[in-house]
């Protein structure tokens, strides 16, 4: 049974960081990916950025350049370091996993993804 739990939100000012924490268990491929989405009241899931067990990486244009998705294998977690952050940045914010191999455009894509996390609440003040 694959479980995802995220940590590390919470409440920061614009221009401020935090550091997003997936702990995955319960799974042992070799071939995976994980990504982090978002979503606002009132509004679809987007994706944010992903990664896969290649390295491959993937990031929606809003956050290029100010969050960098990363992987410990060893303790199967998923971080998501996020920089310069916006007020437009806040949402709650979710860890999801896949296990085989996806498509590089797929990977923030959400509806290919089936295991997901509870979420972890990110809010940025102006």
């Known amino acids: 049974q694959v479980q995802l739990v995220e940590s590390g939100g919470g409440s920061v000012q614009a221009g401020g960081s935090l550091r997003l924490s997936c702990a995955g268990s319960?799974?042992?491929?070799?071939?995976?990916?994980m990504g982090w989405f978002r979503q606002t009241p009132g509004k679809e899931r987007e994706g944010v950025a992903a990664?896969?067990?290649?390295?491959?990486?993937r990031y929606a244009e809003s956050v290029k350049d100010r969050f960098t998705v990363s992987q410990d294998n060893a303790k199967n977690t998923l971080y998501l370091q996020m920089n310069s952050l916006k007020s437009e940045d806040t949402a709650m914010y979710y860890c999801?996993?896949?296990?085989?191999?996806?498509?590089?455009?797929?990977?923030?894509?959400?509806?290919?993804?089936?295991?997901w996390g509870q979420g972890t609440q990110v809010t940025v003040s102006s």
């Open positions: 319960g799974y042992t491929y070799s071939s995976y990916c």
């Open positions: 999801a996993f896949e296990p085989g191999v996806v498509p590089l455009f797929g990977l923030l894509v959400s509806a290919l993804y089936n295991y």
């Open positions: 990664i896969d067990s290649h390295g491959r990486t």
